[in-house]
């Protein structure tokens, strides 16, 4: 069965400290491994990585994808308040357009 | 405003009755979703239409409709609501290969 796990479930950091975030997969017919971040509403698009090895960054916050391992990472350095939310990782299938979700961890970056 | 937006933002109905939720995309987008996100946060998508055509049908029961009158427009129909069916289902667009835009969610609470 495709599944998508994500770790830790929570976490609860000060701010300015790094936190890094984790995803594994076990997909068929694998295609890219995307970033969202989710507060209060809809999720919002962060990264999509196709490749093994290549950073993708923006700003403070940086993804890298792990093909041969079946993970990716998910780095946010000085984290703040706002980058309190739900973060999901989601694995999408080649030739079905389906995106499947790990469970998401849940950030709280305290003052 | 470009995005994708559906109606109502919060629903509460009792159980046995029959409700819709409305979305639309003006992205330009070929693909649209409904997605189901449980008291746990856990994402799981439900259909997917490609230019009014269904494309994914997961294991959803046969009470829940989808309706895509046009490429801009994929309605969700629920007949028969149960307590389980409380939940946010959020509506979301894409063209092929390209990250998820969502809306904001419907909240659905079945007393």
């Known amino acids: 069965e495709d599944k998508v796990v994500q770790s830790p479930l929570s976490l609860v950091v000060h701010e300015g400290d790094t936190v890094t975030l984790n995803c594994s997969y076990e997909?068929?017919?694998?295609?890219?491994l995307l970033w969202y971040k989710q507060e209060k509403k809809a999720p919002t698009f962060l990264f999509m990585l196709?490749?093994?090895?290549i950073e993708k960054k923006s700003g403070r916050l940086s993804s890298i994808l792990d093909k041969k391992e079946l993970f990716s990472i998910l780095n946010i350095t000085a984290t703040q308040t706002g980058d309190s939310a739900i973060y999901l990782c989601?694995?999408?299938?080649?030739?079905?357009?389906?995106?499947?979700f790990g469970k998401g961890t849940k950030l709280t970056v305290n003052p | 405003d470009t995005a994708v937006s559906q109606t109502p933002k919060y629903l509460v109905t009792q159980m046995g009755n029959d409700k819709s939720i409305k979305c639309e995309q003006n992205?330009?987008?070929?693909?649209m979703y409904w997605y189901k996100q449980d008291s746990k946060k856990f994402l799981k998508i439900m259909f997917s239409?490609?230019?009014?055509?269904?494309?994914i049908n997961e294991t959803v029961p046969n009470r829940f409709s989808p309706k895509s009158p046009d490429k801009a427009h994929l309605n969700l129909h629920i007949n028969s609501l149960e307590l389980g069916d409380s939940a946010v289902y959020f509506c979301?667009?894409?063209?092929?290969?390209?990250?998820?835009?969502f809306g904001n969610g419907t909240r659905l609470t079945v007393t």
């Open positions: 979301a667009s894409s063209r092929t290969a390209s990250p998820l835009h």
């Open positions: 997909v068929t017919n694998f295609r890219s």
């Open positions: 196709t490749s093994s090895g």
């Open positions: 989601a694995v999408e299938q080649g030739g079905s357009e389906k995106l499947v």
């Open positions: 992205l330009g987008h070929d693909t």
């Open positions: 239409y490609n230019n009014k055509e269904l494309i």
